[in-house]
């Protein structure tokens, strides 16, 4: 049997989870782009823990993953927005510390289970606001559980659903979907082919 069958073979006995092994390094967001705001919550008390979860405030992602957001940032420019990030690649660790304090599904990914996005650095938690830094209402504060931030919700003003509209409609174009239950979470396409880490955030 040729050399490359015999490593096809080997590969497929390796659970998929585990393909990790083989995907490219996450990357960092500021490396890649100047034009994005940063306001890393996890690495500050300012969540919905109240304690600060991160080491320091990075935002790691898929190369695939934060290339796509690069793009999406630019599209916002065009229109007279910039995106300002809350949360990116999140640890293991780190999801099973908010597990514990809030084990509620629809919010918070179980890390026995199938974990969440941010595990796999293909998701990103985020807001849009003007050019010139001004805050555009989304119709709930970032990590609010509750009706206000679903995005089936349209029981708002105008503004605020012209507002949602765009960021939707903004994040679809380069591939990221937003999940039900909150307004600010873009999950990448084929999120689930990528393996859940639990690699520390590289501080200095």
């Known amino acids: 049997m040729k050399l490359y069958m015999l490593f096809f073979l080997a590969l497929l006995s390796i659970p998929f989870s585990s393909w990790k092994v083989f995907q490219e390094p996450l990357r960092n967001i500021e490396d890649l782009s100047d034009d994005f705001v940063f306001e890393i919550r996890y690495a500050t008390p300012n969540n919905f823990i109240g304690e600060i979860l991160y080491d ?8 695939e993953v934060a290339d796509a957001l690069v793009e999406a940032n630019k599209y916002f420019h065009e229109k007279g927005y910039r995106i300002r990030i ?27 289970g199938n974990g969440s996005v941010h595990n796999r650095g293909a998701a990103v938690d985020m807001t849009l606001e003007t050019l010139e830094g001004c805050h555009v209402e989304m119709g709930s504060e970032y990590d609010h559980f509750g009706k206000a931030a679903h995005i089936d919700n349209f029981n708002f003003s105008k503004e605020i659903l ?3 509209k765009i960021l939707f409609e903004g994040m679809r174009k380069f591939g990221f979907s937003p999940i039900r239950t909150e307004w600010w979470h873009f999950s990448y396409r084929k999120n689930y082919s990528y393996g859940i880490l639990n690699t520390p955030l590289p501080c200095d």
């Not at 320091?56 to 190369?63: M, N, S």
């Not at 599904?105 to 890390?111: A, D, L």
């Open 86 to 112: 809350y949360d990116c690649y999140r640890p293991l660790d780190v999801q099973k510390k908010m597990w514990n304090k809030m084990p509620r599904p629809g919010y918070v990914g179980n890390p026995y």
């Open 56 to 63: 320091c405030p990075k935002c790691l992602l898929r190369p």
């Open 162 to 164: 012209d507002n949602r």
